[in-house]
């Protein structure tokens, strides 16, 4: 069974970074798209950034120019970093590998 682990999450001042982890433990990783996504309350889960197995990227437009997604297959891992977080950024962040395994979700919240 596949299991997918995010981390990295936490309380965070406005204008602030912020870089969340995601490890899989599944070995046809590199072959496949992985992404992120959020959900904030009362909103429905919306894509953040996704990374195909070749490396080209797509964001949002709410964090385009302040968020990157990169993977690593060697490490099976891949990341969010966000730079710039805004309040409106706070949400439960999930990864997901290969548009089917999902992650627990870990929190993000901006505040003062």
């Known amino acids: 069974q596949v299991q997918v682990a995010e981390s990295g999450g936490g309380l965070v001042q406005p204008g602030r970074s912020l870089r969340l982890s995601c490890q899989a433990s599944?070995?046809?990783?590199?072959?496949?798209?992985v992404g992120w996504y959020r959900q904030a309350p009362g909103n429905q889960r919306e894509l953040v950034a996704r990374?195909?197995?070749?490396?080209?990227?797509q964001y949002s437009d709410s964090v385009k120019g302040r968020f990157v997604i990169a993977r690593d297959n060697a490490k099976k891992t891949e990341y969010l970093q966000m730079n710039s977080l805004e309040a409106s950024d706070t949400a439960v962040y999930y990864c997901v590998v290969d548009d089917n395994y999902w992650g627990q979700g870990t929190q993000v919240t901006v505040s003062s």
């Open positions: 990374i195909s197995a070749g490396g080209t990227t």
């Open positions: 599944y070995n046809m990783f590199r072959f496949y798209v």
